[in-house]
């Protein structure tokens, strides 16, 4: 192991490299390293030509991740999990065709390396059947740039699979907390484990070299060797990451509470105020059930703990996060991906092997459009690719699927209180649609496989059944034709329209803890 500079690593990425990155959003990732790789490529043209690839999201939307690669001609082609953080300059990149991208789900590109690692045919998944990932719809090409097939529709044992052969590795950037003189690393400080490890096995596995960024170096012997989750023997190089450049998330320097190195009192979190977003995980809180694993996806779903610890019941729930999260309240905004008083961390491909096996009961996720066979869109908008992240995975193999999010979108204002929802402002975008942009979830094909689909929002509950999407409640306060039928791109299944309960819309709530007991008792 050799201890280098930032501006050093530029001579150590060949032209036309293929260029494997660690992290998730800004957490674990070795943003001082391509910083370095920036500053070479405009003094003097080089590296170019790159290939990157990430199994998430990498940058914070603004200055970090992604943007320091968003030259013209510095990468040529970019794959990754989710693109919602890659930051205006790359997503223009990509939606213009200057360059190549592609996406496919987190947790295949996860799993995908360990085959790298191994030196097998590749990866074999059913996850990513019948959605935009299918070669037969589009193959996960993102724009008419695409020059290859880099999943393919095979048949084995008589099934179909995708297959995914997996790249040959150049260069492996990761990021550590330690690194002692022998580069053995440990991620200490870290709220997530992710793939660093399996990333560093693929590199040495291609015959490629790995870059750590760590904070600091310390004698060789001096790390307990259950705490190295990267051993000396698969690093090349390191790379001293100042504190501005090794951000524990988008928005912390670093919380103890984030990486298990102290618990906070629950009561501590500030609760959700009354509006659209409080309704809808109020009432998707419903349908949670004591004891069963539940993941949450980004937005309104991650507000879901901060409605069961408002209502005492924090402690009825098991909760997880694709990144390798179980136990614990799962963080919001700028620290989603991490979790405060996480009773767990494992490394993403395992969270993903629990979850494609079928480890989770329920999982509660976004909504963004939704159409009449109810396949649900949370990856392309208006020709703007965003990309799936662990979404595919996740309602693949889950049994029950909450989708949660506001009816309309763009402006939408309500008032809430006194047990009833009033609209104010609606939204200029309609989100349940005659036909979704890009499908992310089949709803056809969940509903042949007997999944439970609900569809909740803050006016209007939706269920998927083998015929369509059915509505099942309103809200007080909301006219049917006016509020609801008006505004979607079909006319849903309608047997019994209930009333939401009045309940949810009141300032306080105090109903949870008596459903969740009595589900408890029905289960």
Same mark, same amino acid.
């Given at each position: 192991?050799? =201890?280098?500079?930032?501006?050093?690593?530029?001579?150590?990425? %060949?032209?036309?490299?293929?260029?494997?990155? $660690?992290?998730?959003?800004?957490?674990?990732?070795?943003?001082?390293?391509? &910083?370095?790789?920036?500053?070479?490529?405009?003094?003097?043209?080089?590296?170019?030509?790159?290939?990157?690839?990430?199994?998430? %999201?990498?940058?914070?939307?603004?200055?970090?991740?992604?943007?320091? +690669?968003?030259?013209?001609?510095?990468?040529?082609?970019?794959?990754?999990?989710? +693109?919602?953080?890659?930051?205006?300059?790359?997503?223009?990149?990509?939606?213009?065709?200057?360059?190549?991208?592609?996406?496919?789900?987190?947790?295949?590109?996860?799993?995908?390396?360990?085959?790298?690692?191994?030196?097998?045919?590749?990866?074999?998944?059913?996850?990513?059947?019948?959605?935009?990932?299918?070669?037969?719809?589009?193959?996960?090409?993102?724009?008419?740039?695409?020059?290859?097939?880099?999943?393919?529709?095979?048949?084995?044992?008589?099934?179909?699979?995708?297959?995914?052969?997996?790249? &040959?590795?150049?260069?492996? =950037?990761?990021?550590?907390?330690?690194?002692?003189?022998?580069?053995?690393?440990?991620?200490?400080?870290?709220?997530?484990?992710?793939?660093?490890?399996?990333?560093?096995?693929?590199?040495?596995?291609?015959?490629?070299?790995?870059?750590?960024?760590?904070?600091?170096?310390?004698?060789?012997?001096?790390?307990?060797?259950?705490?190295?989750?990267?051993?000396?023997?698969?690093?090349?190089?390191?790379?001293?990451?100042?504190?501005?450049?090794?951000?524990?998330?988008?928005?912390?320097?670093?919380?103890?509470?984030?990486?298990?190195?102290?618990?906070?009192?629950?009561?501590?979190?500030?609760?959700?105020?009354?509006?659209?977003?409080?309704?809808?995980?109020? *009432?998707?809180?419903?349908?949670?059930?004591?004891?069963?694993?539940?993941?949450?996806?980004?937005?309104?779903? %991650?507000?879901?703990?901060?409605?069961?610890?408002?209502?005492?019941?924090?402690?009825?729930?098991?909760?997880?996060?694709?990144?390798?999260?179980?136990?614990?309240?799962?963080?919001?905004?700028?620290?989603?991906?991490?979790?405060?008083?996480?009773?767990?961390?494992?490394?993403?491909?395992?969270?993903?092997?629990?979850?494609?096996?079928?480890?989770?009961?329920?999982?509660?996720?976004?909504?963004?459009?939704?159409?009449?066979? $109810?396949?649900?869109?949370?990856?392309?908008?208006?020709?703007?690719?965003?990309?799936?992240?662990? +979404?595919?995975?996740?309602?693949?193999?889950?049994?029950?699927?909450?989708?949660?999010?506001?009816?309309?979108?763009?402006?939408?204002?309500?008032?809430?209180?006194?047990?009833?929802?009033?609209?104010?402002?609606?939204?200029?975008?309609?989100?349940?649609?005659?036909?979704?942009?890009?499908?992310?979830?089949?709803?056809?094909?969940?509903?042949?496989?007997?999944?439970?689909?609900?569809?909740?929002?803050?006016?209007?509950?939706?269920?998927?059944?083998?015929?369509?999407?059915?509505?099942?409640?309103?809200?007080?306060?909301?006219?049917?034709?006016?509020?609801?039928?008006?505004?979607?791109?079909?006319?849903?299944?309608? *047997?019994?329209?209930?009333?939401?309960?009045?309940?949810?819309?009141?300032?306080?709530?105090?109903?949870?803890?008596?459903?969740?007991?009595?589900?408890?008792?029905?289960?």
């Amino acid at each position: 192991m050799k =201890i280098i500079k930032a501006d050093d690593v530029g001579s150590l990425v %060949a032209d036309g490299a293929t260029v494997f990155l $660690g992290g998730l959003a800004m957490t674990s990732l070795a943003e001082e390293v391509l &910083k370095g790789l920036e500053r070479s490529f405009l003094a003097s043209g080089h590296p170019r030509g790159l290939t990157t690839w990430a199994c998430g %999201a990498i940058g914070n939307s603004g200055d970090g991740g992604m943007v320091h +690669f968003a030259h013209p001609g510095m990468v040529r082609r970019v794959v990754a999990g989710h +693109f919602g953080q890659t930051g205006k300059e790359m997503m223009k990149m990509v939606f213009d065709g200057e360059i190549e991208a592609y996406n496919f789900p987190q947790g295949s590109l996860s799993h995908m390396l360990r085959h790298i690692a191994a030196r097998t045919p590749g990866l074999l998944t059913k996850v990513g059947l019948g959605t935009f990932v299918d070669p037969r719809l589009e193959g996960g090409k993102l724009n008419v740039r695409c020059s290859e097939d880099l999943v393919r529709l095979v048949e084995f044992g008589g099934e179909e699979w995708l297959h995914y052969p997996g790249p &040959k590795i150049d260069v492996a =950037i990761i990021r550590g907390t330690l690194a002692d003189e022998n580069g053995n690393i440990t991620l200490d400080k870290e709220g997530m484990l992710l793939e660093q490890l399996s990333i560093a096995q693929a590199a040495r596995a291609c015959g490629g070299i790995v870059i750590a960024q760590v904070e600091r170096v310390v004698q060789a012997g001096s790390l307990h060797p259950k705490s190295v989750k990267i051993p000396g023997l698969l690093v090349d190089y390191v790379v001293l990451g100042r504190p501005e450049n090794h951000m524990q998330s988008i928005a912390t320097q670093f919380d103890p509470a984030l990486c298990g190195d102290v618990r906070v009192p629950l009561g501590s979190l500030a609760p959700m105020a009354l509006d659209e977003r409080k309704v809808i995980a109020r *009432r998707a809180a419903l349908e949670l059930t004591p004891g069963a694993v539940s993941n949450l996806g980004i937005g309104i779903p %991650a507000g879901i703990p901060s409605i069961a610890a408002e209502e005492g019941v924090a402690d009825m729930l098991q909760l997880s996060i694709e990144s390798g999260i179980n136990g614990g309240v799962p963080a919001q905004f700028g620290d989603f991906g991490l979790a405060y008083n996480p009773e767990s961390i494992i490394e993403q491909s395992s969270q993903f092997d629990f979850y494609d096996g079928g480890g989770l009961d329920a999982s509660f996720l976004g909504l963004a459009q939704a159409d009449s066979r $109810g396949n649900v869109n949370v990856s392309k908008f208006n020709g703007r690719p965003v990309g799936c992240g662990g +979404f595919i995975n996740i309602t693949r193999a889950t049994p029950t699927l909450v989708f949660c999010g506001t009816f309309t979108a763009g402006g939408l204002q309500v008032e809430v209180g006194n047990g009833r929802l009033k609209i104010v402002t609606e939204g200029k975008s309609r989100k349940f649609i005659e036909q979704v942009e890009q499908v992310t979830f089949n709803g056809h094909d969940a509903a042949q496989r007997r999944q439970d689909v609900l569809f909740v929002t803050e006016r209007a509950v939706l269920r998927l059944t083998t015929d369509g999407l059915e509505l099942t409640e309103i809200a007080p306060g909301i006219d049917l034709e006016r509020d609801v039928l008006a505004h979607m791109g079909f006319r849903p299944i309608m *047997r019994d329209v209930k009333l939401m309960d009045a309940a949810l819309f009141h300032e306080r709530w105090g109903g949870l803890q008596a459903a969740l007991q009595e589900r408890r008792q029905n289960h």
